[in-house]
């Protein structure tokens, strides 16, 4: 059951809306910026540029 926000509902529930927009931002461009590396990622690997971490040690 939700209890009652009284007089201040109108704030309380655009700060939840606010909130939720900018949670909703970060997502969309934190998946934005991972498909973007992937793209990046995977034009090196074509190219040839490997990963140092790939190498063995001498």
């Known amino acids: 059951m939700i209890a009652p ?3 201040h509902a109108d704030y309380i529930l655009g700060s939840y809306a606010a909130v939720a927009v900018v949670l909703v931002g ?3 461009s934190i998946l934005r910026d ?5 793209k ?7 190219r040839g540029v490997g990963r140092r971490s790939g190498r063995r040690a001498s």
């Open 34 to 38: 991972h498909a973007a590396q992937k």
């Open 40 to 46: 990046a990622l995977a034009a090196l690997e074509e």
């Open 26 to 28: 970060l997502a969309a």
């Open 5 to 7: 926000l009284g007089p």
